[in-house]
Structures are given as structure tokens and as C-alpha cells.
């Protein structure tokens, strides 16, 4: 034996993985975008702090700290 699977049995698994049938342009497009979500993603959520989290607008000069109460 050389190491190299056998390429009938090797044949039989592709089959039955679903290997040789073809694949539709929407399951490819699905499948990029996908793919594509997960590297911008890099699998976290950020997180934010409730001191970071927006609530309201500020002002200009004296309404800098208002928050949208002007």
C-alpha cells in the first residue's frame, strides 16, 4: 500500500457527502456573504459601557452636558 486512498471508496464518500452534485448561484452568493460577515465580524460583539452609551444629543457652549434637554 503507497498511502493514497483507495479512489473507489474515496469516489463513494464524495457521493454520499454530496460532493459531485452542483450548487445553485444563491446558495453560492449565500454562502459568500456569509463568509464575508464572519471576517468583519471576527466573532465578537463590541461591547459599550453604559458611561459610552448615547443618551441624547449635546448642546453647543453652556448646553455641552444636556443631552438633548435644552
Known amino acids: 500500500m503507497d498511502g493514497r486512498p483507495d479512489p ?37 460583539a463590541p461591547t459599550i459601557s453604559p458611561e459610552d452609551a448615547l443618551n441624547g444629543y449635546g448642546g453647543i457652549g453652556d448646553y455641552a452636558h444636556s443631552n438633548g434637554n435644552t
Open 8 to 44: 473507489a471508496l474515496q469516489s463513494r464518500n464524495n457521493d454520499r457527502l454530496g460532493l459531485t452534485g452542483s450548487i445553485s448561484r444563491r446558495a453560492f452568493h449565500n454562502s459568500a456573504v456569509l463568509a464575508s460577515a464572519r471576517l468583519l465580524l471576527h466573532g465578537k
